[in-house]
C-alpha cells in the first residue's frame, strides 16, 4: 500500500463519519417540517439513494483501495440466520435500556415515569417506522460500521475504529447518547466477528422493529413501562422481558442450526 492509500486509510473513520452525517442530514430534510406521509415516502427514496451510493463505494472503490476490505462481505446470510438475529434483537433492546440505566443510576439518582402513547404519537411513530427499520440500520451500518472499519486489518485496530464510530453515532443520536453508543459498540463487534454486514443490520433492524412494537404495546394499555426523557431510557415490564428472552431462545437456536 502506499503512503497515500495509507493516510487515507487512517482517516477514514472520520471521513466515515462526515460522510454519514452529511447523508443521514440529507435523507432527514423531507420531514424537518414536520413528519407526513409526502415527506416520509421522499425521505425513503432518498435514503434509498444513500444506500445504493454507499453500496457502491464499499463494494467496487474501497476493496481497491484497501485490500483488507475485501475480507468483508456484503453476501446476505440464509433466512434462518437473518431471522434468529431478529429474534435477538429484542433481548439485546431490553439488556441496552437497563445497561444504560445502571450506568446513569451510577452518576446520579434517575427519575422514572410512567410512558403513556397518545393515538397521535403512534400514528407518527408508525409513520417513520418503515425507514426506521427497514433502510436506515442499512444505511447507517454501510456508513458507521462497514465504511470506517473494513479498511483495517488488524483485529485491534479494528476494535479502536469500533470504539471511535460508536462515540460519533452515539453523538449522532444526541439525548440518546448512552443507548446509541452502547448498541453501536455491540454491533461493531457483532460485524467485526461475523465480517458480515448484514449481521449487524439484522441486530439494528430488530431493534427498533422491537421499540415500534413497545409503541404499540403501551398505546393498547397491555403492560406497564417506564422511562425517562434524559437520557432517553425505556424500561419494558416482566411480560416483555420474558417475551424476549423465550424468543431469544428460539433465535439461538435457529443459529445454533445453521452452525
Same mark, same amino acid.
Given at each position: ?88 434483537? $429484542? ?23 410512567? =410512558? ?9 411513530? =408508525? ?9 436506515? $440500520? ?12 473494513? $479498511? ?25 447518547? $448512552? ?5 453501536? =459498540? ?35 394499555? =397491555? ?37
Amino acid at each position: 500500500m502506499n503512503k497515500a492509500a495509507s493516510l487515507l486509510k487512517s482517516l477514514m473513520p472520520v471521513l466515515s463519519a462526515a460522510y454519514g452525517f452529511a447523508i443521514i442530514y440529507v435523507t432527514a430534510l423531507p420531514v424537518a417540517g414536520g413528519q407526513t406521509f409526502v415527506g416520509e415516502v421522499l425521505t425513503w427514496l432518498v435514503t434509498l439513494a444513500g444506500i445504493a451510493l454507499t453500496l457502491l463505494l464499499v463494494h467496487r472503490v474501497e476493496p481497491k483501495l484497501f485490500p483488507a476490505a475485501g475480507l468483508f462481505s456484503l453476501k446476505m446470510p440464509k433466512v434462518s440466520v437473518f431471522v434468529g438475529l431478529l429474534l435477538i434483537a $429484542p433481548l439485546w433492546l431490553v439488556a441496552e435500556e437497563y445497561i444504560v440505566y445502571g450506568i446513569t443510576s451510577l452518576a446520579h439518582t434517575v427519575q422514572m415515569k410512567p =410512558l403513556t402513547y397518545t393515538t397521535a404519537e403512534l400514528r407518527e411513530d =408508525l409513520l417513520s417506522s418503515v425507514h426506521a427499520v427497514l433502510l436506515a $440500520p442499512l444505511l447507517e451500518e454501510l456508513c458507521f460500521r462497514q465504511m470506517a472499519i473494513s $479498511p483495517f486489518r488488524r483485529r485491534g485496530a479494528q476494535i479502536a475504529v469500533c470504539v471511535v464510530m460508536a462515540i460519533l453515532f452515539g453523538v449522532l443520536h444526541v439525548r440518546n447518547f $448512552p443507548g446509541a453508543f452502547i448498541s453501536a =459498540l455491540f454491533y461493531g463487534l457483532v460485524f467485526i466477528w461475523s465480517r458480515n454486514i448484514w449481521y449487524s443490520v439484522a441486530l439494528h433492524a430488530g431493534s427498533n422493529l422491537t421499540a415500534t412494537l413497545l409503541a404499540i404495546y403501551c398505546w393498547l394499555q =397491555l403492560g406497564d413501562m417506564q422511562m425517562t426523557s434524559t437520557p432517553v431510557i425505556i424500561l419494558p415490564d416482566m411480560k416483555v422481558i420474558i417475551a424476549s428472552l423465550f424468543l431469544a431462545i428460539i433465535g439461538v437456536l435457529l443459529l445454533k442450526k445453521k452452525w
